[in-house]
Nanobody, 115 residues
Framework: QVQLEESGGGLVQAGGSLRLSCAAS????????MGWYRQAPGKQRELVAT???????DYADSVKGRFTISRDNAKNTAYLQMNSLKPEDTAVYYC?????????WGQGTQVTVSS
């Protein structure tokens, strides 16, 4: 069982930055893929960024060049650095982990970007 706890969300003006954290209850060395997803009101949950244990990263086109995903194995934590935020980035952001073909989700953290 893997528990994930997100933090770092909040209200920010357009053009600002936030860093989200996802703390795992187990060593993330045992987690194949960690990722960030988001869900805006009335919309489906969508992929934002992923990172694998091998260091491969992937990003949605809408965030490329603005967001950076990273992981700190020593702290069992994954991060999402979000720069140049836009109002359309407003959503609940969820952390997801895949370990031995089982997926786990955090409770989500709200990010609101004002224009």
């Amino acid at each position: 069982q893997v528990q994930l706890e997100e933090s770092g969300g909040g209200l920010v003006q357009a053009g600002g930055s936030l860093r989200l954290s996802c703390a795992a209850s187990v060593s993330i060395l045992s987690i194949n893929t960690m990722g960030w997803y988001r869900q805006a009101p009335g919309k489906q949950r969508e992929l934002v960024a992923t990172t694998t244990s091998g260091g491969t990263t992937d990003y949605a086109d809408s965030v490329k060049g603005r967001f950076t995903i990273s992981r700190d194995n020593a702290k069992n934590t994954a991060y999402l650095q979000m720069n140049s935020l836009k109002p359309e980035d407003t959503a609940v952001y969820y952390c997801r982990a895949t370990r031995v073909w089982v997926e786990y989700w955090g409770q989500g953290t709200q990010v609101t970007v004002s224009s």
